[in-house]
């Protein structure tokens, strides 16, 4: 798909929060309440970086919740692209091999596009490309036990494993760089995809700029 001029530009949401806060959650419940819209998911950890030089030993200790695990400069090349209605080829992440895998999921732009992570607030060429940016902030408690449940039944991983990792660098770095970003939000979501009330303003204020680009020529 190529550049179309005579389209108006694609509203970005950012939504971020700790591993565990709901900011899944949340960015699905804004999916399904504006369905009559076009809308692309974009999800950060399809954005970790190819290790496939590494040997597994050695990708296991990587520290998957700093800045550096992400290949940032794809991710903001990928939104640039939709932004000018380009379809992309986002990363497949193999999260039992700790690398991206052989394949490619190909995207086709969309009228809103949502881009989902934990640090999608922490670099201002992000945040300078999205139209309204969210926190989903929730408690640490809450947080690990989701990550438990979700990493033994969706990723394969120990128990042991899991609070290993947590306490030597997932709470660390949420400490140190994500937490920090709620300050770059504009709306911040208690409590992830149960709270309701600012799930429907979240989908309001999104329904305004989308009839707001509609009514405004580029």
Known sequence: MTANSGKKRPVIIGVTGGSGSGKTSVSM?????????????????????????????ERVKVNYDHPDAFDTDLLIEH???????????????????????NKVLVQDPQEVIIVEGILVLNDQRLRDLMDIKVFVDTDDD??????????????????ESIISQYLKTVKPMYHQFIEPTKRY???????????????DLLTTKIRDVLRHNRHTKN
């Open 29 to 57: 419940a804004i999916f399904n309440q504006l369905k009559q819209h076009s809308l692309l998911m974009v999800q950060e950890d399809s954005y970790y970086k190819n290790q496939s030089d590494m040997l597994f030993e």
């Open 79 to 101: 939104l640039q692209s939709l932004l000018e209605w380009k379809q992309v080829a986002v990363p497949v992440y193999d999260y039992s091999a700790h690398t991206r895998s």
């Open 142 to 159: 809450i947080r690990i036990i989701r990550r438990i449940k979700r990493d033994t039944e969706e990723r394969g991983r120990s128990l």
């Open 185 to 199: 939000a504009d709306i911040i979501v208690p409590e992830g995809g149960a709270n309701q009330v600012a799930i």
